[in-house]
């Protein structure tokens, strides 16, 4: 007996009804009762940032009194393994760096002394701030991690890290007053150059070049031309002239040799003036204007000229200029860390109680995979392990 084909229409949709009715029930069953495997990644991921951030609120909390052996166990216990996955890791290593970069500034005389020194340019004492600034560029005189006070000056009578935007303007008159009241003062136009170069990056932003906006642009642009027509005319060549030089160049690019020229001269002035190398060793990295291993072989062949411990804070000078500059340091560089370990307990040596140096050496450590390391980075001595 055949089927009429009426029949068979009917038969076929109601399978195919009940088919869909069972494959409904099905997804709604699992998605009820049985999480999927992207719901559930989503929520173990969500679990492990809040584990993070408990962590990381711990470490503030012990830095904060003082616990920094404590402080630095929790670090090292919950980072994710920075060589495999760096942006996982990188909120704890926020959390843990800034800690100590906050307490190290409020254990040392940074702050009073940026409000003294920008109290004196409020008042106008324009000469006892180049009295100042002679001082700590004859003397040479250094800050724990071998950055010149010469530097440190400049940054602290320069405005603060991104500062508001109705700051910059006021700051910038107030130097300008400076020239025209001392049309011969090249510290009032080396902190104008280096203020309009701060001013030009913030318009820019530290993200790629794609994330730049189109207004961002063009106001990076006129500002690092304004910094650049101001450096220039500036006689007097301090070693901080050459710093701010490399930075202008960092964003407007340069020709090699032009840029080699200025290192070179800088060097022969200043050679005990370590900015200029690591600034250099910045500008060649691949994500700048170098190629793979320019920054490492330069850094190799500036630090062979000096003996073995200078030259090994160099290289940890180096380091720490790629750390926090970009982080990750010895992942995104081809550096030793044997050789940045050696330089780090130099640094520290010299510097007991230079607590945010202990916090690098930890960072660095963990980045290398030395969890060894990372673990005497608070011992009393500082000793090499």
């Not at 809040?50 to 009194?65: R, Y």
């Not at 690092?224 to 450096?231: D, G, I, S, V, W």
């Not at 901080?240 to 080699?260: C, F, H, K, P, V």
Request: charged content about 25%.
């Amino acid at each position: 007996m055949k089927t009429p084909l009426a029949l068979k229409a009917v038969l076929i949709a109601s399978l195919s009804l009940l088919t869909i009715v069972i494959l409904a029930g099905a997804w709604f069953f699992i998605q009820q009762y049985m999480p999927s495997a992207g719901n559930q990644g989503d929520s173990d991921s969500g679990n492990a940032r809040a584990q993070l951030d408990d962590a990381g609120a711990k470490i503030q909390e012990l830095v904060a009194k003082g616990k920094y052996k404590q402080a630095n166990a929790i670090y090292i216990e919950n980072v994710p393994d920075m060589k495999k996955d760096f942006d996982k890791a990188w909120p704890l290593r926020s959390y843990f760096e800034q800690a100590f970069h906050k307490k190290s500034r409020e254990r040392s005389n940074d702050e009073s002394n940026s409000q003294r020194w920008q109290s004196l340019l409020d008042q106008k004492k324009y000469a006892d701030l180049e009295r100042i600034y002679d001082d700590f560029v004859s003397s040479k005189s250094q800050r724990p991690n071998g950055e010149w006070n010469a530097s440190f000056f400049l940054t602290g009578v320069c405005l603060e890290e991104d500062p508001a935007d109705d700051r910059w303007e006021p700051h910038i008159a107030r130097l300008n007053d400076w020239i025209k009241s001392k049309p011969n003062s090249y510290l009032a136009k080396l902190l104008l150059a280096r203020t309009m170069v701060d001013y030009a990056w913030h318009a820019r932003g530290s993200g790629y070049a794609n994330t730049i906006s189109d207004e961002g642009g063009k106001l990076f642009g006129t500002r690092l031309e304004n910094a650049l027509k101001t450096l220039m005319s500036i006689s007097v060549r301090t070693p901080n002239w050459y710093s701010i030089r490399q930075t202008i160049a960092l964003g407007q690019g340069m020709d090699r040799a032009e840029y080699d020229k200025v290192v070179e001269e800088g060097r022969r002035k200043f050679p005990d003036f370590a900015l200029i190398v690591t600034n250099k060793v910045y500008f060649l990295l691949p994500r700048w204007y170098g190629q793979e291993g320019d920054a490492e072989r330069y850094l190799d062949s500036e630090c062979s000229k000096l003996d073995k411990v200078h030259g090994d804070i160099l290289y940890a000078q180096a380091a720490m200029k790629i750390e926090t500059s970009i982080a990750n340091a010895m992942n995104n560089c081809a550096f030793s860390w044997p050789r940045t370990k050696d330089g780090m307990l130099a640094l520290i040596q010299k510097n007991p109680d230079w607590i945010y140096g202990r916090c690098l050496y930890s960072i660095l450590a963990m980045e290398a995979g030395d969890k060894a390391s990372a673990n005497t980075a608070f011992d009393v001595s500082g000793k090499k392990q």
